[in-house]
C-alpha cells in the first residue's frame, strides 16, 4: 500500500516554472514506478510522463517532452516533476501516480493515485 501526496502547486506567470513534489507513504516506495497526470477543466486526464521504480529510466508524453522533466530521491520518497516554459494551456490539476516496478502510459495501470495540486497559468 502506497499514499501519495502532490504539493508544489500554485499560480505562476507564462514563461515561468514550478517544481511539484510527489511524497510517498511507505518504506518501499523505492519498488513504485511513478507517474504524473494532469486534467485541465473540461478535457481527459493525459499523461505526462512515469519514471521507473529506480529511477534509471523515463518516458514522456510526445506532447510536453523538453519542458517537462521527472525525477526522484528514493531516499526522501519523493519523486519531482519539474515543469519550465509554462503556458496558459498548461492550467490543470496534476496527479502523481504509483505502480510496482515498471513505468506505463495508462492511468488503469496504477492503483495508488494522489489528490492532485492546482496548477494556473496566467498570460
Known amino acids: 500500500q502506497v499514499q501519495l501526496v502532490e504539493s508544489g502547486g500554485g499560480l505562476v506567470q507564462a514563461g515561468g516554472s514550478l517544481r511539484l513534489s510527489c511524497t510517498a507513504s511507505?518504506?518501499?516506495?523505492?519498488?513504485?514506478?511513478t507517474a504524473w497526470f494532469r486534467q485541465a477543466p473540461g478535457k481527459e486526464r493525459e499523461f505526462i510522463g512515469s519514471?521507473?521504480?529506480?529511477?534509471?529510466?523515463?518516458v514522456y508524453g510526445d506532447s510536453l517532452k523538453g519542458r517537462f522533466t521527472i525525477s526522484r530521491d528514493n531516499a526522501e520518497n519523493t519523486v519531482y516533476l519539474q515543469m519550465n516554459s509554462l503556458k496558459p494551456e498548461d492550467t490543470a490539476v496534476y496527479y502523481c501516480?504509483?505502480?510496482?516496478?515498471?513505468?506505463?502510459?495508462?492511468?488503469?495501470?496504477?492503483?495508488?493515485w494522489g489528490q492532485g495540486t492546482q496548477v494556473t497559468v496566467s498570460s
Open positions: 519514471i521507473s521504480a529506480s529511477g534509471g529510466y523515463t
Open positions: 511507505g518504506r518501499t516506495f523505492s519498488s513504485y514506478a
Open positions: 501516480a504509483a505502480r510496482l516496478w515498471y513505468v506505463s502510459r495508462a492511468m488503469p495501470q496504477y492503483p495508488y
